[in-house]
């Protein structure tokens, strides 16, 4: 196993590549199985579709098992990356019967001329070009599919998330990481210890992304050692470098815990302490410590740390 070990060095280099070889998301996978098998039977494009979800949950990997599905191309691109209408043509121009355009973070596009294409290019199959010296000029598109992805599920305009069937992607239990993991190990053919997949299930907040980056950091440091089985110490040396605790919580949301655990406190006194924004920290902090459970707010919107918090304190010292 060790000549296997380093044949593949990086986890993205195996990726699922089928509807079957996912896990976790049933009931988009369900949605999705469907939609697949009427497209097949009567031989049309796959339906124009709305990817919702947090970041790091397969969205983009969802996006291109479709494609692979169809055996289509996919045309993929930013939404930040899209300045003006003229920038979204190319990527609708290039795309055949049946291939996918995908735009990731559709939130992120400049909203008018970016949605008003988009409508017109799914609503008539069709773009319109024009400039200062020349009159509009109306190009036909081929029948493709659209596929956008978004964290900002209200930033998309009703009429274009209504044209779109919604898939609505959720975190992960425990179980399906555990199983995801020991999936992309045999695929890489990295030599593990599989009890620690679950610890590191539980280190990645119930989010496929973090999960895989924490085992690349394993098998970083065993290979560093000269090793080629990816044990408990690389994993506990992993969390060291990357200062997690056993919840996978980094310096950042400890020093939040540690501030609440004095007693209830505003928002704008944690975030003065912390050094952040407010808005990063009601965000992007405490995001995952409010679904843990290990904060709450009082009637004053004051956070506190719950039951769960004290115990996760006690017993992370």
């Not at 479709?66 to 691109?77: F, K, L, Q």
């Not at 994993?235 to 007693?263: F, H, K, N, S």
């Not at 209830?264 to 902090?285: F, H, K, M």
């Amino acid at each position: 196993m060790g000549d296997q070990l380093v044949s593949n060095h990086n986890v993205n280099d195996v990726k699922p590549t089928s509807l079957n070889r996912m896990i976790g998301q049933s009931a988009v996978i369900e949605q999705v199985r469907v939609a697949l098998d009427a497209s097949h039977m009567d031989g049309q494009k796959f339906p124009n579709a709305l990817m919702v979800g947090p970041p790091g949950v397969g969205k983009t990997q969802l996006c291109h098992i479709i494609a692979a599905e169809m055996a289509s191309d996919v045309h993929e691109c930013l939404g930040s990356t899209l300045s003006n209408a003229s920038d979204l043509f190319a990527l609708l121009l290039a795309a055949k019967d049946k291939d996918v355009v995908y735009i990731d973070e559709i939130h992120s596009a400049p909203k008018k001329d970016i949605f008003v294409t988009l409508l017109l290019a799914i609503d008539q199959m069709k773009v319109v070009l024009s400039g200062k010296n020349r009159s509009p000029q109306s190009l036909p598109l081929a029948n493709f599919t659209l596929l956008l992805s978004t964290t900002e599920e209200y930033l998309v305009p009703r009429p274009l998330s209504d044209r779109c069937m919604l898939l609505r992607l959720g975190y992960y239990s425990n179980e399906e990481l555990t199983t995801l993991l020991l999936n992309r190990v045999r695929s890489l053919g990295w030599d593990i210890h599989e009890e620690i997949l679950p610890q590191i299930a539980q280190r990645s907040r119930g989010t496929p992304r973090l999960g895989l980056r924490l085992l690349q950091s394993c098998f970083r440091c065993c290979r560093s050692e000269g090793e080629s089985t990816i044990t408990t110490r690389h994993l506990l040396r992993a969390c060291e470098l990357e200062q997690l605790d056993e919840l996978g919580l980094g310096p950042t949301e400890q020093q939040y815990l540690g501030i609440v655990a004095e007693g209830p406190t505003r928002l704008n006194v944690i975030a003065s302490r912390i050094g952040l924004p407010s808005r990063t920290v009601s965000e992007v902090t405490e995001s995952f410590l409010i679904r843990a459970g290990l904060i709450g707010k009082d009637e004053q919107g004051r956070r506190c740390l719950t039951e769960a918090g004290h115990r996760h304190l006690s017993e992370s010292q």
